[in-house]
């Protein structure tokens, strides 16, 4: 069954430090979306991207924060200038037109130290 | 306002005991999804069911079983004759026509041998 791939898994990093991580969707899946989970809290939107572009962003998704679709299979997100309180696991998700569900990718667990 | 509450923080029962993970959700659309999503220690979160608004059929899938009532804006979810590997966090989430999916805080549930 296709799955979301996300690398790395744990990526730890410095404060100040530019971080991208990489979400590989369903192949045939065309909107996609990045999740937040602040360690032992609730699951938080970031944004939805769809043909290229931001769909929609919440208010977390500032200044620092950018996503990219680079090429026909990777879903990137990158932070320019980490913070302590962007320590969290980051889920990417990805949906197609035939299906009403997101599916998840396993997260990757950032620490900013 | 769109919203999904889950009044259970925390909650323990002995193996083979039924237990029940109240969800209250509110949106003012007409047409929304509501899911479960299972998330074991490793973190990843795991698809367990969608039901769409049109559906308030309840459905069992083996010691699973979920009860959408749209009357009480509730999707409940019951685990009968639970085992320890049930132990884990659960989410109830809400999902509305602009696509992102907001979850409620979650209820940590344990399950004692």
Redesign the interface.
Known sequence: EPEVTQTPSHQVTQMGQEVILRCVPISNHLYFYWYRQILGQKVEFLVSFYNNEISEKSEIFDDQFSVERPDGSNFTLKIRSTKLEDSAMYFCASIGLSTDTQYFGPGTRLTVL | AQKVTQAQTEISVVEKEDVTLDCVYETRDTTY?L?W?KQPPS???V?LI?R?SFDEQNEISGRYSWNFQKSTSSFNFTITASQVVDSAVY?C?L?NR?????????TRLHILP
């Open positions: 999804y899911f999503y973190g990843e979160l698809f969608r769409n989410f989430a999902r602009d696509d992102k999916i907001i979850f409620g805080k979650g």
